[in-house]
Structure formats: structure tokens, C-alpha cells
């Protein structure tokens, strides 16, 4: 079965995915192991693995090259964050092609114009293509794809550019009618209220794709209850525990001038060959060497 119909699937039978964010084949590994529907391929995370702000300075090779080497490393059907697709139509035409090669499930482009800034930084410039031109760039998405399970979600950041729930459902239809088979839209305020109203005003066909990271009120429970939402992003979590781990970690050296005060707050040797399927080595050195 392809990644994408598992996520159709998956959608099916619980009504809800549950996609966590990751920025490496370690970090989708262990969200598959916790037990999330999906991987998020972040670019946010992505991004912030590399020290950078997530401001469209990562290359579609660095983003695509990652979501490859995640996929091979996962079994949960992966959505590419593709930011605005690259440029224009033209580019997303290629980046469709690419990512469905690299074994990602769906990718989501949003309506920003390139280069974008980060939705939820405080007062960032959020400039939004018109309507038309993102039209052109869903319907070259769907287009470009081989298999029509292969998911195009266009994510509106009307709410995050502050132009009020009329645009963004506007935009939202718009992008149904150009052949998203999602819509995505994402919110920066710290309750859930926008993006309920939204999703309560909503009279389209296709289904919602939510990132509460603001809102985390908005439990998956409550998600479900609308009947209209059918993926929800956990979209930076990753990167934030692993952030405060380390930090953690690190800090505890220094304080004690060595290691031995910190037991098990961190993963064994032995967890890390496990992850890193070590038993595998030594079964395939008995038969082979
Ligand atoms: C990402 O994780 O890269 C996202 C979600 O697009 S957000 O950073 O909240 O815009
Ligand atoms: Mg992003």
C-alpha cells in the first residue's frame, strides 16, 4: 500500500491523523515508535536543525534530501512542508515530482509569497500571493502528481497575515475549486477560538488540516468533535524537546564537572545501538563474514 493511502487510511478508520513534526530519520523513528499516524516534515525544524531561522534559507535539495532519508527510515507516511513550493508554479510542478519520487505521502504549499518568514514569529512580514496566482500553483501540484492519492493540501496563512476569517475561507474555497484535496489553515493566537470559528464557517468539501502549536488547548478530542478536521500537526515538537534535553543535559555536566550525575535522564548506549538496529550488524556478520 502506498504511504498516502495509509494516511487515507489511517483517516478512516480514526477520523483523525495524528502527525508529529520531525527533522531526521531519528526523530521520525522515534515519533513512529510513540505511536503517531504520520510524520510532519518540517520546515520549521528543519531549519532550526541547521541554527537558521525558518525564513525560506533552506534548500529544496537540504528539505528533500532529509525527507528521503526519513522515509527510509519510517514506515508512517510522511507530509512534505514545502513552504511556498519554491517559487512559482514551474517550481512546484518540479517539487511535486521530486518529493513523490523521495517517498513522502502529500506535501503542503502555502500561499505566503517567497521568500516567506515563519508564521509564528511575533510582527513577521507576512506578504500572501493572490488567489489566482496560488490557484495556478495548486492546480500545477495536483497535475504533476502519478498516483491521485498522493496528497496536495494548499494551507492558507490569511489568519496568520491577519486578514480576517472572510479571506481566509475565500482563499480556502478558492484553493478547493483548484483541486486541494486539504486545507490547511494555521493561527498564531493563544486560544483556539479563530480557528474554531473558522472551521465552524467552513462549507467546503475538503477536509482540515490544523497546527495548533499556539492553541495546544485544542486537544485531539476536541478536533475530532468538529467533523471536519482530519489531520492535526503536532509542528515543532521534536525539535523543542530535543532542544530542551540537550540544554538540560549539557547543563548538568557543567554544573557537577563531569558526567555522573546524570543517570538516566539520558537514552543508554544500549538504546542508541537498539535505534540504530546494531542487532542487525552482528546477525549479518555471523552469516556473511
Ligand atoms: C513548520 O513546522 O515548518 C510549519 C508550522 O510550517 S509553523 O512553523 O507553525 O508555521
Ligand atoms: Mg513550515
Not at 158 to 185: K, T
Not at 197 to 206: E, I, L, T
Not at 222 to 238: C, R
Request: hydrophobic share 45%; net charge negative.
Amino acid at each position: 500500500m502506498s504511504k498516502a493511502k495509509q494516511l487515507r487510511e489511517t483517516i478512516a478508520r480514526r477520523g483523525l491523523a495524528r502527525v508529529m513534526a520531525a527533522h531526521s530519520p531519528l526523530s521520525a523513528r522515534l515519533a513512529e515508535e510513540a505511536g503517531f499516524d504520520g510524520i510532519w516534515a518540517s520546515g520549521f525544524e528543519l531549519s532550526a536543525l541547521y541554527g537558521l531561522p525558518d525564513v525560506s534559507l533552506i534548500s529544496m535539495t537540504q528539505h528533500l534530501d532529509m525527507t528521503r532519508a526519513m522515509a527510509a527510515q519510517t514506515c508512517l507516511p510522511i507530509i512534505a512542508d514545502i513552504d511556498t513550493g519554491f517559487g512559482n508554479a514551474i517550481n512546484v510542478i518540479h517539487a511535486v515530482k521530486e518529493y513523490e519520487r523521495a517517498g513522502a505521502a502529500g506535501v503542503v504549499i502555502e500561499d505566503k509569497s517567497f521568500p516567506k518568514v515563519t508564521s509564528l514569529v511575533e510582527g513577521g512580514r507576512q506578504d500572501l500571493v493572490p488567489i489566482k496566482e496560488f490557484q495556478g500553483k495548486i492546480a500545477a501540484a495536483i497535475e504533476s502528481r502519478t498516483s491521485s492519492d498522493f496528497l496536495i493540501i494548499a494551507r492558507t496563512e490569511a489568519l496568520i497575515a491577519g486578514l480576517g476569517e472572510a479571506e481566509a475561507l475565500a482563499r480556502a474555497l478558492a484553493y478547493e475549486e483548484a483541486g486541494a484535496d486539504m486545507i490547511l489553515v494555521h493561527s498564531k493566537q493563544d486560544t483556539p477560538a479563530e480557528i474554531e470559528s473558522f472551521v465552524r464557517n467552513w462549507q467546503g468539501k475538503a477536509p482540515i488540516v490544523i497546527v495548533p502549536t499556539s492553541y495546544p488547548e485544542m486537544t485531539e478530542e476536541g478536533a475530532l468533535a468538529f467533523g471536519k478536521i482530519q489531520v492535526l500537526i503536532y509542528g515543532n515538537h521534536a525539535i523543542r524537546a530535543s532542544i530542551q534535553a540537550m540544554q538540560d543535559s549539557f547543563a548538568n555536566i557543567i554544573e557537577h564537572g563531569g558526567a555522573h550525575e546524570l543517570g538516566n535522564d539520558i537514552a543508554s548506549v544500549k538504546e542508541v545501538f537498539r535505534l540504530q538496529k546494531m542487532d542487525q550488524i552482528k546477525e549479518n556478520e555471523d552469516r556473511y563474514l
